[in-house]
């Protein structure tokens, strides 16, 4: 996470460095409706159900535009709110071995398939500010929760055993879009933080990349 952080920031700092005038700001306009399609890398942690990879759909309505005035970006600064949902899934085989220590031996309880999954819903909101032309940088909040299930199925015999919670999400972000046309471009976003943090429970993935529609 601090190397992400490390290159974000650096990101920004060539963008300031490099920033052309912008007269105002050119998306996430005040009562226009965008979409997101991505696809996230999921939080390298050790855990039984961590690797999942993401796909999300993000739906979000400008609010307002143009209310922060500065000489160098004109017009600028815009304020959106929607909502978020994605959909995870892993599946593997293994075999569950079980060790007794009063014998010291290693019981084989066979081969199992576990399969996890994942459905994170939040709505969020976000500032944007525009540094350069068709580029769009904004950081935001989401709020909502997760819906995670497990499944152990048994290849021979045994019991299959299945479980189900539900969490809170409450995390920020970062994300960058670069339009090529006034509807169409390609997006980027980090979680930064997750609430509660558990390595066994994935929430949110850790960045994400896909395109943008604005319509």
Same mark, same amino acid.
């Given at each position: 996470?601090?190397?992400?952080?490390?290159?974000?920031?650096?990101?920004?700092?060539?963008? #300031?460095? %490099?920033?052309?005038?912008?007269?105002?700001?050119?998306?996430?306009?005040?009562?226009?409706?965008?979409?997101?399609?991505?696809?996230?890398?999921?939080?390298?942690?050790?855990?039984?159900?961590?690797?999942?990879?993401?796909?999300?759909?993000?739906?979000?309505?400008?609010?307002?535009?143009?209310?922060?005035?500065?000489?160098?970006?004109?017009?600028?600064?815009?304020?959106?709110?929607?909502?978020?949902?994605?959909?995870?899934? %892993?599946?593997? %085989?293994?075999?569950?071995?079980?060790?007794?220590?009063?014998?010291?031996?290693?019981?084989?309880?066979?081969?199992?398939?576990?399969?996890?999954?994942?459905?994170?819903?939040?709505?969020?909101?976000?500032?944007?500010?525009?540094?350069?032309?068709?580029?769009?940088?904004?950081?935001?909040?989401?709020?909502? #929760?997760?819906?995670?299930?497990?499944?152990?199925?048994?290849?021979?015999?045994?019991?299959?055993?299945?479980?189900?919670?539900?969490?809170?999400?409450? #995390?920020?972000?970062?994300?960058?879009?670069?339009?090529?046309?006034?509807?169409?471009?390609?997006?980027?976003? #980090?979680?930064?933080?997750?609430?509660?943090?558990?390595?066994?429970?994935?929430?949110?993935?850790?960045?994400?990349?896909?395109?943008?529609? %604005?319509?």
């Amino acid at each position: 996470m601090r190397k992400i952080l490390l290159i974000i920031a650096t990101l920004f700092t060539v963008m #300031c460095a %490099n920033a052309s005038n912008v007269e105002k700001i050119q998306f996430a306009n005040a009562g226009k409706f965008s979409l997101g399609v991505m696809a996230g890398f999921p939080f390298f942690e050790e855990g039984i159900n961590n690797g999942m990879p993401y796909v999300s759909l993000d739906a979000m309505m400008g609010l307002t535009d143009g209310f922060c005035h500065t000489n160098k970006f004109g017009d600028n600064g815009a304020i959106d709110l929607g909502v978020y949902v994605g959909y995870a899934r %892993n599946e593997y %085989n293994f075999r569950e071995l079980v060790y007794n220590e009063e014998s010291r031996t290693t019981e084989d309880l066979g081969e199992y398939t576990w399969s996890s999954w994942a459905i994170p819903a939040t709505f969020r909101g976000a500032f944007h500010w525009e540094f350069v032309k068709n580029l769009d940088v904004y950081a935001g909040l989401q709020l909502g #929760c997760s819906t995670y299930g497990t499944k152990k199925t048994p290849h021979v015999g045994g019991k299959e055993s299945e479980t189900l919670r539900i969490d809170l999400i409450a #995390c920020h972000y970062l994300g960058v879009k670069w339009m090529f046309t006034k509807f169409f471009g390609v997006k980027a976003e #980090c979680n930064m933080l997750s609430f509660p943090v558990s390595d066994r429970y994935p929430k949110l993935p850790m960045a994400s990349v896909g395109f943008q529609f %604005n319509f």
